[in-house]
């Protein structure tokens, strides 16, 4: 699947997949970022939006609000088509190392099975503008593929998160996933 320009094939399965299978799965992942209500949540790497969606559920009622950040051009556009519902979305279309995003601004910020397609040249800029995105008391909450044909290992995601002065303060392993929960270092 490209990450960029996914084709309509690649779209209609993803969301399939979704709805069916993924949907637990996306679930248990927004239930472990503890969402109250009045949260500024950062959705990187949103594609068509599905935890997106189930965010701005569960800020919708308190003021909280859900930013989706994609790369693909067409995954914001997919998003935008299946969440135009939500008023609490916003969508910021391209690169996170160069876009205009205040310093600070997030109080968590969601990366689901994303950095591991992320060009390994790159992640440490990616991982660096999430850092800043992040407020000072904010949390970081990855998920990643942990099988070994396609997934970064679990150590290295704690290395590029420490390189910008995050600390795991929480996480679960499995054969199928390694979740992670990095807030900035005191």
């Known amino acids: 699947m490209s990450i960029v320009d996914p084709g309509r094939l690649e779209v209609?399965?993803?969301?399939?997949?979704?709805?069916t299978v993924g949907h637990r799965e996306y679930r248990k992942f927004v239930d472990s970022m503890g969402l109250w209500g009045g949260e500024s949540v950062m959705d990187f790497g949103s594609g068509p939006g599905v935890i997106a969606g189930m965010i701005a559920e569960r800020l919708a009622?308190?003021?909280g609000r859900v930013t989706c950040v994609d790369i693909s051009k067409t995954w914001i556009e997919v998003a935008k088509r299946r969440l135009g519902k939500y008023s609490n979305i916003v969508y910021?279309?391209?690169?996170?190392?160069?876009m205009p995003i205040p310093k600070e601004t997030f109080d968590v910020i969601g990366v689901h099975y994303v950095l591991h397609d992320?060009?390994?040249?790159?992640?440490?800029?990616?991982v660096a503008a999430l850092a800043r995105a992040l407020k000072p008391d904010g949390r970081v909450l990855i998920d990643e593929p942990a099988r070994s044909n396609h997934s970064m290992p679990?150590?290295?995601?704690?290395?590029l998160l420490g390189e910008v002065g995050l600390?795991?303060?929480?996480?679960?392993?499995?054969?199928?996933?390694?979740?992670?929960?990095f807030r900035k270092k005191d």
Do not use: C, N
Not at 12 to 19: D, L, P
Not at 92 to 98: A, F, N, V
Not at 154 to 159: G, P
């Open 92 to 98: 910021m279309l391209g690169d996170i190392r160069t």
């Open 61 to 63: 009622q308190d003021g």
């Open 118 to 126: 992320v060009d390994a040249e790159i992640r440490p800029g990616v």
């Open 154 to 159: 679990q150590e290295e995601v704690r290395r």
């Open 167 to 181: 600390i795991e303060v929480h996480s679960k392993k499995t054969w199928l996933f390694y979740l992670g929960e």
């Open 12 to 19: 209609a399965m993803f969301i399939a997949m979704a709805r």
